[in-house]
């Protein structure tokens, strides 16, 4: 007789509160960043937080689930990019939609920029998603339409760089992402050509710098 672990499915109330759990998790880190709590996951979920151990067995596996699932989301755009005609089109549209999501998403931009979670997973599902990334990169450079000189890692830190930006600006200039990644774009291009968006007034961008993001990513008690 075999030993290996027989794996059962969930009962129909487990897996419906799995899915409860996982939407609401997605909302309140969304919100929060990292720093919240399973208590506050089990609040917006309206279950015990018992209930949310008995599902995940710490906070790590549940912001590993949460990740899988954007991982998954993001190469399925990096695939649909693919389907465009024109290859500097869909580059274009995959940073656009990317960013979109880790500008709004205080989670999702803090376990991409930094997180104490599970490294080599991380690791491991960011070079699966650099593979999706060198094809977009490939064809428009074959194209004409990108600098040969630009890489994987050259795309990783203009997200970076971006979705900092737009998260600290998310109350006060929603968009202004958008210029800089305009511009950046307009150096990224082979030749430079292009329009940005209208410049913001000087105001906004200084009240977008001015935002204490630090604190937000500060552990408690420092």
Same mark, same amino acid.
């Given at each position: 007789?075999?030993?290996?672990?027989?794996?059962?499915?969930?009962?129909?109330?487990?897996?419906?509160?799995?899915?409860?759990?996982? &939407?609401?998790?997605?909302?309140?880190?969304?919100?929060?960043?990292?720093?919240?709590?399973?208590?506050?996951?089990?609040?917006?979920?309206?279950?015990?937080?018992?209930?949310?151990? &008995?599902?995940?067995?710490?906070?790590?596996?549940? +912001?590993?689930?949460?990740?899988?699932? *954007?991982?998954?989301?993001?190469?399925?755009?990096?695939?649909?990019?693919?389907?465009?005609?024109?290859?500097?089109?869909?580059?274009?549209?995959?940073?656009?939609?990317?960013?979109?999501?880790?500008?709004?998403?205080?989670?999702?931009?803090?376990?991409?920029?930094?997180?104490?979670?599970?490294?080599?997973?991380?690791?491991?599902?960011?070079?699966?998603?650099?593979?999706?990334?060198? *094809?977009?990169?490939?064809?428009?450079?074959?194209?004409?339409?990108?600098?040969?000189?630009? +890489?994987?890692?050259?795309?990783? +830190?203009?997200?970076?760089?971006?979705?900092?930006?737009?998260?600290?600006?998310?109350?006060?200039?929603?968009?202004?992402?958008?210029?800089?990644?305009?511009?950046?774009?307009?150096?990224?291009?082979? #030749?430079?050509?292009?329009?940005? #968006?209208?410049?913001?007034?000087?105001?906004?961008?200084?009240?977008?710098?001015?935002? #204490?993001?630090?604190?937000?990513?500060? #552990?408690?008690?420092?």
């Amino acid at each position: 007789m075999s030993s290996a672990r027989v794996i059962r499915p969930l009962r129909a109330d487990a897996a419906r509160n799995r899915e409860k759990i996982l &939407r609401a998790a997605a909302t309140v880190f969304a919100q929060r960043g990292l720093d919240a709590s399973l208590d506050d996951v089990a609040a917006a979920a309206d279950v015990g937080v018992a209930t949310v151990y &008995r599902r995940f067995a710490d906070k790590e596996s549940l +912001v590993m689930a949460l990740f899988e699932s *954007a991982i998954d989301e993001i190469a399925a755009l990096a695939v649909a990019a693919r389907g465009f005609e024109n290859s500097w089109d869909g580059l274009v549209w995959f940073l656009e939609e990317v960013l979109q999501r880790q500008c709004s998403d205080r989670g999702l931009r803090d376990v991409v920029v930094g997180t104490p979670y599970d490294r080599d997973w991380v690791s491991a599902a960011k070079e699966r998603l650099g593979v999706a990334v060198g *094809a977009l990169l490939d064809r428009a450079q074959r194209d004409g339409y990108l600098r040969r000189d630009v +890489v994987v890692a050259d795309i990783a +830190v203009v997200e970076m760089m971006i979705s900092s930006l737009g998260g600290a600006a998310a109350e006060v200039a929603p968009d202004l992402w958008r210029r800089y990644l305009a511009l950046i774009l307009d150096g990224l291009a082979a #030749p430079g050509s292009g329009s940005l #968006p209208a410049v913001p007034a000087d105001e906004v961008v200084f009240a977008a710098l001015r935002t #204490p993001t630090g604190a937000r990513h500060r #552990p408690a008690g420092t």
